[in-house]
C-alpha cells in the first residue's frame, strides 16, 4: 500500500506564528500564490513575446559561435609572481590585520582577512576589551564600500557652464590649496569654516587644534544627519560639559527603554547587543535580565522586549513621566516625583497599569536598574530618564560616566553655521562630514540657495557622489579607513589606530591628510611611483597593503598622537598596538558629576503635553535606516539587499503604518500615499506594520537620491517604468523633506491622502514560506524551570515514536548496530546550534556570510520573484495571542496585530543527515560528506532544481541568472548585453573571496557551513602534524563566517565528535530542538528554544508565549 | 508492375546498421581519448618568456625544488619565485652568475619596472577544483606525484593527465605512491632505495609497535615479528630483496593515517 505522508494538522486555536498579514488572513490563497519553492515565473510583455523567438535565434547563433571560437585553442593562462617579495605574505595564505572602523559616536574594532593585499572580509576584534568580537551590518558591509564602482575617482570642480562639472586634478587641487594658504596668512582664515562629522579621533582632533592654530580665524562645525545634538545638549545641562555616558547593560538585570534601540541602530555602549546577551542566559533563569520596551514601531529591541507597549512617539514624555512619578514615590524621591507629576498626571489607565507594575520591578533591584532614552527623543524625555536613573541608582554602577579630554576645537552647530552664512560671513566651507548636508539636513533646499546666494565656495570631501558633492566649487575623493592611517577611540575611551590594508585604490586621501595638505604637511594626490607608468601585457597583481613609511605625513601624524597618549614612541608598545588593534589600557577618564536634580525640573517643566495623535493629525517619525543609515550606504548593495528586520523590505523605504490604521484608510500593501506635514510633503507607498501604534507613520530616512550610482539606480531598472511612471525610477522616497529643524524626529499634525497607485514592493517574508508549520519554540522562565524540557516534547515531538526516515542514508552514530552511521572515532562531525534567546534578528550574519561565500546581489525585480540568493533567511514572525477558536479569515482586530509579539529566526540549510535534497538529485551533485556536510559540487549541477523543491527548509537558492557576471540591469539580455557593461568590473572583483567558487547561471547554490574554512583548518592541522598522530582539529577551532559576526554569540558551530567542543556542551540543553523533527531528516543545526523572562505582575503577562507550545 | 526498388538495396538497411556500429564505435573511442586530458593536457610544452631550464638547476646541480618553490608546504599554491629570488644567485653583488646574459634579459627587465615575468601556466586546475600542494606534500605525496621528472625536463611539459579519474586514483589507494617526508623533493627516489632496515627502525623509534607494524600490511598474515632483524627478514620473504613501493605505502599510509577525502567537498566548494 503506498503511504501518503501528510505534515502534523496546523494548530485549530490561535494561527501561532505568522510572518505577513497576508498569510495570516489569507491563508488558503496565499500559500496558493507563494507556498511554491519558485513563485513566479518572468511574465514578457506583448513585445517581448513577438520577439521572443528571435531573440532566442540570435542567443543559440551567438553562443554557438563563441562556443566555436572558445574550444579553438587553449586558453594561455600566465602566472605573475611578485617581482619583490612581500613582507609576511605567503601566496595563498590570507593575512590577517586588525584596524578599527570610525563611526559617528565611536568606533568599531576590525580584524581584516587580506588575499594578496586585497581586503575581502572583515570580522570584529574579539581581543579588543569594549565589544564582543561581533560586528554590526554596517560594518560588515562596509568593505563594499571599498570596492563601490560609483566612489569618487578623480577630482573634480563646478564647470565654467552652470550645472557642469569638469575633471580637473591633483595638481591643480594643490595650486588652489597653495593659493589659499598664501591668502590665509593675510587674513588668518577669516571667512573659513570646516564642517565636520562625529567620528572620535584622537589625531584628526589634534591636526584640527592644529588647523585653528594656523588659521585662527576659521571656524569648525558639526554636522550629522542622525545625530545626537539633544542627547549631548541634556548631558552637559545634567551632568556638566564634556561628560558622557556609556551604559554597561551588563551590569543590568531590569532595563527599560523608552524608544531606544540599543539593540540596532541606538547603541549605548561600544557593543551594547553583547553587553545586554551576557546577562540573557537561559541556563540561569534568576539570573537573567529583563528588558521593557517602549515605542510606536517595532525595532529589534522591541523584539527581544519581555514586556512590549506599543506608543505614540509623542506620547513617550507622557509615558517618561509617569515612570518617574511611580519611581520617585517608590525609590522616595520626592523632586523627581513632583518634577513628573505634572505631565505624568495627563497618563491614560491604559498605560499606567502598565507603567506601575514595571516601575516597581526596576525600583526592586536598585543599582542594577536602567531606563534607557533613545538619543533622538526629546529633551523632557532624556531629563525624566536621568532622574529616573538617579533615583534608581544607575549611575556609578550601570551608567559609567566618563569626561571628554579630547584637545577637538570646540564645534558650533549646523544652526550656528547657517547663521554665519546668513550674515555673510562665511566664504570657504571645507566639508569632510559624511552626511550629505544639501540632500539631508533640515530645510536643504533653502540651505542649498542660501550658499549659492552668498557665494560660499564649497570643498567637498567625501567617498560617495552626493547632492553637497554636486554643488560644490571642488569635490576631493576621500580615501576608505581600509585605505588610510587614522586613529579612533571606542566610546569607553580604548585608544585604537586605523591601519591601511591597501595603497588608495583611486588616490583619494584622508580628512587627516587633507588637514595635511592645508597645513603645508603634505602634497595630495597619488605618490608617484616609477615603475607605474609603464603596464606591460597582463595586468599586475593588484598592490600589497603599503606599510607605514617614515615620510607619509599621516603616518607620522598618527603615531605623534600615539606617543602623546601612550606616554612615549615605543616602537615595541606601538608595533603591539598596531597587532592588536589597540591600546593596552588605554581607557577613559572617568567623571566625577552629580546629576543636576534642578536641571532636571527645568527641562520637564518646559514640556507641554502634545494632544495623542488621530486619524486627521498623525504623528510621522523619521527612523535612521537599517540599510543605509543616513543615507550614505544607499550605494551599497549588500546593505540595500539585506532585508529590513523588521518590515523585510529590500531596496526602498516606506511609510510603516500601523494595521488598524491601515485598516481604517482601506489600504493596500505598497499603495501610494500623500503625507503633509508643515514643511512638506511626500507620496511614498503604505505598508502595513504588525505591532505599530495607530495614528502614527514611521518612514525611514535616506532613500530617494538622485544620481548617487549605479548600485542605488539599479533598483527599478527591470520594471517596464511606463507602468509604475517614471518618477520611481530612484531608490525609495526622501524623507528629510518631511522635516523642519523645529521637529526633526517626530512630527505631529501630518495629513495623509491616499492615491490610486500600487507600487512593487520588495519583500522577502513572503517567499520560502515555512507554511505554518511549528517551527519556533518558546517559553518563560517559569514554564523554563517547570518543564525544561518543553521544546522537546512540542506538538508531535514527545510522543510519536521515531520514524523511520523518509529519504534513507547515513545517519546517527556509527556503532555496531548501526555499521553505516557517521565515524565519530577518527573524523571530524559538524554541527551548529542557534540559540533563539540570543538572537536579536539583526542580519549581520547575513552579509558576513555573503562576505564570505561570493554570494550575488539579485537587484528588486528579482527579489520581488523570490530570487533572493542570501544562504541565510532571517525569518521574523508575529505572533497574535488569541488561544480561542479562529472563525473564517479576516478577523483580527487592528489592536490584537498592534500587541503583536515578533520572534526572529535565522533559516539556512539544516545540514539533515538524512537529506530530502540528495536522493533526488539526478546527478549526485548534492552528496553527503563523512563529515555530516551536505555538500554541493557546482560543476556538477546541471540545475533541476529537484532539490530545492525537495527541502523542507527551503533553504536552497538557484542562479537563475548570471548574477556574478551581469550588470544588474543586463541580465536578461544574457550574452547579447551591451559589450561595454558585460562582465564585472574590476574593482567588484577585487572583494571576491578565492577560496569559494564564484557561482555562474543555473546551478543551485546553499549555506555549506563555510566548508572552506573547514577544510583549511584540517589542512593546518595536517601542516603541523606531518608525520604524527593527532589530525583532529582543535576544540573550537574553526569558527563560520556567520557564527563570528554574530554579535550575541547566538550561533554556536564545531565539531561534535570532540568532547570539548562547545557545541556538545549547547547541543545537550534541554531547550535543543530540531525543526520539522517528525520528518526524521536528521538535521546537524538545531536550535534552542527562547525564553522569556516575563514579570507576572505585567498586563497580558499570562498571554505572552502561550500559543508556543499548543499542540499541532 | 516492376520491382521498384533494386535488389542491392535489400542489404542497405544492414549496410547501414553495420556501418552506424562501426561508426559509432570510432567516435566513441576517439571521443572518450581524444577529448580528455590524457591527450589534451598531457605533452603541454609552451614556451616560457624566459628559457629557464628545470634540467640545470634540479637537475645538474641538484637544487631542491623549495629553494625557488619556497611555500609549497605552507600554503594551497606553490609559489613561482620573485626576482630577488633569481637575483640571488644571477644578481649583481650577489652571486654573480651569468649577470649579463641575453637569456636573462626579461627577468632584468621586471625587476626595473616591477612588472612580473608572464610565467606561462602550465598546470592549471579549474577553477572550481581547489587543490592545496601543503596537505600533499606533508603527507608523503611527492612533487614528481604529479609533475613528473622535471629535473629532467629542459622545458617544463605536462607529465600527467591530472583529471579528476587520475585524482582519485591515487585518493583510493595512497599507498601506491607515498614516502618518507625525507624524500618529498627527491625527483629521482625509488622505494627499492630505501634500506628496509633503516625503515622499519624509523617507524619503531617513533614508537609503532610490531603489532601495528603486522596489522597494516596484509601480506604480513597477521604475523608479528619479534624484533627488529625479525622483521626486516620477515619482509624480505615477501617483498624480495629490494623494498617495494606497497610495503613503504601500506605502512605509511596506517601510522600516518592517511586517510585521502573521497567527497566533493574536499575539492569543490
Known amino acids: 500500500m503506498k503511504k501518503i505522508f501528510s505534515h502534523p494538522e496546523e494548530a485549530k486555536t490561535g494561527r501561532r506564528y505568522w510572518r505577513s498579514v497576508n498569510e495570516l488572513e489569507n491563508r488558503e490563497a496565499f500559500l496558493k500564490a507563494n507556498g511554491r519553492e519558485f513563485p513566479l515565473g518572468d511574465e514578457l510583455s506583448e513585445e517581448e513575446r513577438e520577439t521572443s523567438r528571435r531573440t532566442f535565434l540570435q542567443l543559440m547563433g551567438a553562443s554557438a559561435s563563441l562556443m566555436g571560437l572558445a574550444s579553438c585553442r587553449r586558453p594561455v593562462k600566465n602566472i605573475l609572481p611578485y617581482t619583490k617579495s612581500v613582507e609576511w605574505l605567503v601566496p595563498g595564505k590570507p593575512l590577517l590585520y586588525a584596524t578599527n572602523m570610525p563611526r559617528p559616536y565611536g568606533a568599531t574594532p576590525l580584524v581584516v582577512t587580506t588575499h594578496e593585499g586585497r581586503p575581502t572580509h572583515l570580522t570584529g576584534n574579539a581581543l579588543h576589551p569594549s565589544v564582543g568580537g561581533g560586528i554590526d551590518s554596517f560594518a560588515q558591509a562596509s568593505i563594499l564600500g571599498l570596492y563601490d564602482p560609483n566612489r569618487i575617482q578623480n577630482v573634480t570642480r563646478s564647470g565654467k557652464a552652470k550645472r557642469g562639472r569638469e575633471d580637473s586634478s591633483w595638481a591643480e587641487l594643490n595650486a588652489f590649496i597653495a593659493k589659499a594658504r598664501h591668502a590665509w596668512k593675510e587674513d588668518g582664515g577669516e571667512g573659513t569654516a570646516f564642517l565636520v562629522g562625529a567620528e572620535n579621533s584622537p589625531t584628526t582632533s589634534r591636526l584640527r587644534a592644529e588647523v585653528l592654530k594656523a588659521l585662527p580665524k576659521a571656524k569648525f562645525y558639526q554636522y550629522e544627519a542622525i545625530n545626537r545634538d539633544a542627547q549631548q545638549a541634556v548631558n552637559k545641562a545634567l551632568l556638566g560639559e564634556g561628560v558622557t555616558t556609556v551604559v554597561k547593560l551588563d551590569k543590568a538585570s531590569r532595563i527599560l527603554s523608552l524608544d531606544c534601540d540599543f539593540l540596532g541602530l541606538d547603541p549605548v555602549s561600544d557593543d551594547s547587543a553583547a553587553d545586554f546577551t551576557k546577562g540573557r542566559d537561559p541556563e540561569k533563569p534568576d539570573a537573567m535580565n529583563r528588558l521593557y520596551v517602549i515605542e510606536n514601531r517595532y525595532t529589534l529591541t522591541g523584539g527581544m522586549a519581555d514586556h512590549r507597549k506599543p506608543l505614540a512617539a509623542s506620547q513617550l514624555e507622557v509615558a517618561a513621566a509617569a515612570l518617574a512619578a511611580e519611581i520617585g514615590k517608590i525609590t522616595g524621591d520626592t523632586a523627581l516625583a513632583a518634577a513628573a507629576a505634572a505631565l505624568a498626571g495627563t497618563a491614560d489607565e491604559a498605560l499606567k497599569a502598565w507603567i506601575a507594575p514595571a516601575a516597581k520591578d526596576l525600583a526592586a533591584v536598585k543599582g542594577k536598574a536602567v531606563v534607557l532614552a533613545g538619543s533622538r527623543t526629546s529633551e523632557a524625555v532624556q531629563a525624566l530618564a536621568a532622574g529616573i536613573n538617579n533615583a534608581l541608582g544607575a549611575y556609578g554602577s550601570v551608567i559609567q560616566l566618563l569626561q571628554a579630554t579630547a584637545a577637538a576645537p570646540a564645534a558650533g552647530s549646523l544652526a550656528d553655521l547657517t547663521a554665519a552664512v546668513k550674515a555673510g560671513g562665511v566664504k570657504a566651507v571645507f566639508s569632510f562630514t559624511a552626511a550629505d548636508l544639501f540632500f539631508d539636513a533640515p530645510g536643504a533646499e533653502d540651505l542649498n540657495k542660501l550658499f549659492s546666494e552668498k557665494k560660499v565656495v564649497v570643498i567637498h570631501h567625501g567617498l560617495r557622489s552626493s547632492k553637497t558633492q554636486r554643488a560644490s566649487k571642488w569635490s576631493i575623493p576621500a580615501a576608505h579607513y581600509l585605505e588610510s592611517w587614522g586613529d579612533v577611540t571606542t566610546n569607553d575611551g580604548a585608544y585604537g589606530i586605523v591601519q591601511p590594508m591597501i595603497a588608495p585604490l583611486f588616490d583619494g586621501a584622508s580628512e587627516n591628510e587633507v588637514y595635511l595638505a592645508l597645513l603645508g604637511k603634505k602634497t595630495l594626490g597619488p605618490t608617484v611611483v616609477a615603475a607605474a607608468a609603464t603596464p606591460a601585457a597582463g595586468a599586475a597583481p593588484p598592490v600589497a597593503a603599503v606599510a607605514g613609511s617614515e615620510d607619509d605625513p599621516a603616518y607620522t601624524a598618527v603615531r605623534e598622537t600615539f606617543a602623546k597618549i601612550a606616554g612615549s614612541l615605543d616602537e615595541q608598545k606601538w608595533n603591539f598596538t598596531l597587532r592588536d588593534g589597540f591600546l593596552k589600557g588605554s581607557k577613559g577618564t572617568a567623571a566625577t558629576a552629580a546629576l543636576n536634580a534642578a536641571a532636571v525640573a527645568a527641562l520637564v517643566g518646559k514640556a507641554k503635553p502634545v494632544a495623542a495623535p488621530s486619524k486627521d493629525a498623525l504623528e510621522v517619525v523619521l527612523v535612521p535606516d537599517s540599510s543605509i543609515w543616513d543615507g550614505r550606504y544607499i550605494n551599497n548593495a549588500w546593505l540595500q539587499e539585506a532585508p529590513d528586520p523588521i518590515t523585510k523590505l529590500t531596496w526602498d523605504n516606506a511609510a510603516l503604518i500601523g494595521s488598524k490604521t491601515f485598516r481604517e484608510l482601506g489600504l493596500k500593501q505598497g499603495q501610494m500615499v500623500e503625507i503633509t506635514t508643515a514643511s512638506g510633503k511626500l507620496a511614498l507607498p503604505a505598508l502595513e506594520a504588525p505591532g505599530h501604534v495607530s495614528n502614527s507613520i514611521t518612514i525611514q530616512l535616506g532613500y530617494g537620491q538622485v544620481g548617487v550610482g549605479s548600485v542605488a539606480q539599479q533598483a527599478m531598472v527591470n520594471f517596464n517604468t511606463s507602468e509604475v511612471g517614471e518618477e520611481f525610477a530612484k531608490c525609495g522616497f526622501d524623507a528629510y523633506g518631511l522635516r523642519s529643524s523645529a521637529s526633526e524626529w517626530v512630527i505631529t499634525g501630518a495629513k495623509l491622502a491616499v492615491q490610486s497607485t500600487i507600487y512593487p514592493l520588495a519583500i522577502t517574508q513572503e517567499h520560502n514560506t515555512m507554511e505554518g508549520r511549528a517551527v519556533y519554540r518558546e517559553g518563560t522562565t517559569e514554564e523554563y524551570k517547570a518543564e525544561p524540557n518543553f521544546a522537546q516534547v512540542t506538538g508531535t515531538d514527545g510522543h510519536a515514536p521515531d520514524p523511520i526516515s523518509l529519504y534513507g542514508g547515513q545517519f546517527g552514530r556509527k556503532t555496531t548496530t548501526n555499521p553505516d552511521g557517521f565515524n565519530y572515532e577518527t573524523k571530524h562531525q559538524w554541527g551548529m546550534t542557534i540559540d533563539l534567546s540570543k538572537c536579536i534578528g539583526c542580519t549581520a550574519c547575513l552579509i558576513a556570510c555573503q562576505s564570505e561565500n561570493n554570494i550575488a546581489v539579485v537587484g528588486k525585480d528579482q527579489v520581488i520573484k523570490g530570487r533572493v540568493m542570501q544562504w541565510i533567511r532571517m525569518d521574523r514572525y508575529f505572533a497574535t495571542p488569541r488561544l480561542d477558536e479562529l472563525p473564517a479569515s479576516t478577523d483580527f482586530t487592528g489592536e490584537e496585530l498592534e500587541n503583536a509579539e515578533m520572534v526572529t529566526q535565522p533559516m539556512a540549510c539544516q545540514q539533515c543527515e538524512a537529506a530530502p535534497c540528495e536522493t533526488v538529485c539526478p546527478v549526485n551533485a548534492t552528496v553527503h560528506t563523512e563529515e555530516g556536510l551536505n555538500a554541493m559540487a557546482y560543476n556538477r549541477c546541471i540545475g533541476t532544481r529537484y532539490c530545492a523543491n525537495n527541502c523542507p527548509y527551503t533553504a536552497r537558492r538557484f542562479n537563475w541568472f548570471d548574477y556574478n557576471k551581469r550588470p544588474l540591469d543586463e541580465l536578461y539580455k544574457g550574452p547579447l548585453s551591451n559589450p561595454e557593461k558585460t562582465g564585472v568590473r574590476e574593482i567588484s572583483k577585487l572583494q571576491k573571496n578565492p577560496n569559494v567558487t564564484v557561482r555562474m547561471r543555473g546551478v543551485i547554490e546553499k549555506c555549506t557551513y563555510c566548508v572552506q574554512r573547514l577544510e583549511s583548518a584540517k589542512i593546518v592541522q595536517m601542516q603541523s602534524q606531518r608525520d604524527s598522530k593527532d589530525f583532529r582539529v582543535a576544540a573550537d577551532g574553526v569558527k563560520t563566517a556567520c557564527q563570528q559576526s554574530c554579535p550575541t554569540g547566538a550561533i554556536e558551530f564545531g565539531d561534535l565528535a570532540n568532547k570539548d567542543s562547545t557545541i556538545n556542551k549547547t547541543k545537550a540543553s534541554l531547550r535543543n530542538y530540531t525543526v520539522l523533527k517528525y520528518l526524521n531528516t536528521l538535521p546537524r543545526t538545531s536550535y534552542l528554544a527562547r525564553i522569556r523572562n516575563v514579570n507576572a505582575d505585567m498586563p497580558g503577562a499570562a498571554g505572552i508565549t502561550a500559543w508556543s507550545k499548543l499542540n499541532s | ?269
Open chain 2, 1 to 269: 508492375m516492376g520491382n521498384f526498388f533494386p535488389r542491392w538495396l535489400n542489404w542497405l538497411p544492414l549496410k547501414l546498421g553495420v556501418a552506424a556500429l562501426f561508426i559509432g564505435t570510432g567516435v566513441s573511442l576517439a571521443a572518450s581519448y581524444y577529448f580528455t586530458p590524457k591527450y589534451t593536457r598531457v605533452g603541454y610544452e609552451p614556451t616560457q618568456p624566459v628559457p629557464f631550464s628545470h634540467k640545470i638547476h634540479a637537475g645538474q646541480l641538484a637544487m631542491d625544488c623549495r629553494f625557488c618553490h619556497s611555500f609549497g608546504e605552507r600554503s594551497s599554491h606553490s609559489n613561482v619565485p620573485t626576482n630577488q629570488v633569481c637575483f640571488n644567485c644571477h644578481g649583481a653583488g650577489k652571486g654573480q652568475i651569468k649577470l649579463t646574459s641575453p637569456k636573462l634579459e626579461p627577468v632584468r627587465k621586471a625587476a626595473e619596472t616591477g612588472q612580473p615575468v608572464p610565467w606561462v601556466k602550465v598546470h592549471a586546475a579549474p577553477d572550481y577544483v581547489y587543490f592545496n600542494h601543503s596537505a600533499h606534500l606533508n603527507r608523503g605525496v611527492s612533487c614528481v606525484n604529479c609533475h613528473g621528472k622535471i629535473n629532467e625536463m629542459e622545458v617544463v611539459r605536462h607529465d600527467q593527465s591530472q583529471s579528476m579519474g587520475w585524482c582519485l586514483d591515487c585518493h583510493r589507494a595512497p599507498e601506491n605512491n607515498l614516502r618518507p617526508l625525507s624524500e618529498i623533493t627527491n625527483l629521482a627516489y625509488q622505494a627499492s632505495d630505501l634500506d628496509r632496515a633503516a625503515f622499519y627502525k624509523g617507524l619503531i623509534d617513533k614508537k609503532i609497535s610490531f603489532e601495528d607494524i603486522a596489522a597494516a600490511d596484509p601480506k604480513f598474515e597477521g604475523k608479528v615479528a619479534k624484533d627488529l632483524d625479525g622483521l626486516v627478514a620477515a619482509a624480505k620473504g615477501i617483498y624480495g630483496e629490494k623494498v617495494a613501493q606497497k610495503e613503504v605505502g601500506l605502512q605509511l599510509k596506517k601510522h600516518w593515517q592517511v586517510a585521502p577525502p573521497e567527497t566533493c567537498a574536499a575539492c569543490h566548494r
